[in-house]
């Protein structure tokens, strides 16, 4: 039996224990709530790692319930940063920073989305637009340039990640659409709905940390068409259902625990794990700076313990800078935009620390 059979094995020596214990003390946990406050804000960085899946069990959840994935192991680290809507390209934010035009697409912040590349259409630099208030957390569209036009694309309705508070039992539905057109070439829809509940509320076990949570399932079927104008002819093309099972904490931005599947097949698991990263190897983030993802395309982030401030530059094999971001005093995380650049290795310096690192770019 692998690794991960064994994390997801319902007969494990520890989670027979860890279920046994938490039966007799049961009553010393409560069910949390999770409300806007436990949402992504404009600043916030989350760094979590993913790895594969090969045995899953999407029942395994109800009321006052443990999950035991404390021996999960990390293999590939992520990060996401969310930034203020007026950092990101004017253009994009002409539908998502307009609260008197379009108020329901005024976001609170952007992440740096992915790419998409279908036919004829390609979709680069693209930035995920995001709303949260006291009754919800929205995705309202995004940006990106369109075959290198900047456009934005405005989800309409948008789609409701969650209502919001969200508690034990509590289920929504969401039904949301985008489309784009590339005049003489193509016109793409995807249609969208979502139907959430919340499944299960308890105690989570993970590696390096244990955390109360509330589960939630949400189930997506997407449906995508086509018509390409050079050939005048169209098409409808479903997609395979996707669940997302999410334990979310309160506090954590984004779920500490995600499991995907794709088809009723588990695909990726995407999890908290409190450690920092180079490669393979993990170091003492105390004594030097840290560059995560490393390789990376588009955003490098760069952890430093001094907390010094100063300028942090990127200069590629020939010497030169090619971009550059200023620290103020007090940061512990600076990131800096590396998309467009070459693939190569460059390396990163803090002018004023001795400190400096590699850094692999792979577009």
Request: aromatic share 12%.
């Amino acid at each position: 039996m692998t690794m991960l059979n064994a994390f997801f094995s319902s007969t494990s020596i520890r989670a027979v224990l860890v279920s046994t214990t938490f039966t007799f003390f049961g009553g010393l946990c409560a069910q949390i709530t999770i409300d806007q406050t436990d949402m992504p804000s404009a600043g916030d960085l989350s760094v979590r790692w993913t790895t594969a899946v090969t045995a899953f069990d999407d029942a395994d959840t109800g009321p006052n319930h443990v999950w035991d994935y404390s021996t999960l192991a990390p293999t590939l680290e992520t990060a996401d940063t969310a930034v203020a809507v007026s950092s990101t390209p004017f253009l994009y934010q002409l539908f998502f920073n307009n609260p008197f035009v379009y108020p329901d697409h005024d976001a609170d912040y952007a992440v740096r989305g992915q790419e998409f590349d279908f036919q004829a259409l390609q979709l680069t630099e693209v930035y995920d637009y995001f709303r949260r208030d006291a009754d919800g957390f929205d995705n309202v569209g995004f940006g990106a340039n369109i075959n290198g036009v900047p456009a934005s694309v405005q989800r309409l309705p948008v789609d409701h990640i969650y209502e919001l508070p969200l508690d034990f039992g509590n289920t929504s539905s969401s039904f949301s659409t985008w489309q784009v057109e590339v005049p003489t070439l193509l016109f793409f829809r995807q249609e969208q709905q979502r139907d959430n509940t919340v499944d299960g509320w308890g105690t989570l076990y993970l590696s390096t940390d244990t955390f109360q949570v509330l589960r939630v399932a949400s189930v997506l079927n997407r449906t995508d068409s086509v018509y390409v104008d050079q050939f005048g002819i169209g098409f409808t093309l479903p997609e395979p259902e996707t669940i997302e099972y999410k334990w979310l904490a309160e506090g954590m931005d984004i779920p500490v625990l995600q499991v995907n599947t794709v088809g009723g097949q588990p695909t990726t698991v995407r999890f908290w794990y409190d450690s920092l990263t180079v490669g393979t190897t993990e170091i003492d983030a105390a004594a030097a700076p840290v560059v995560f993802p490393n390789p990376t395309n588009d955003l490098v982030h760069v952890r430093l313990p001094n907390a010094d401030g100063g300028t942090l530059s990127l200069f590629d094999a020939a010497g030169r800078m090619v971009r550059s971001v200023t620290v103020p005093r007090g940061a512990v995380i600076a990131t800096v935009d590396v998309a467009g650049l070459a693939s190569g290795l460059y390396d990163i310096r803090l002018d004023n620390s001795v400190w400096s690192g590699k850094l692999a770019i792979e577009q």
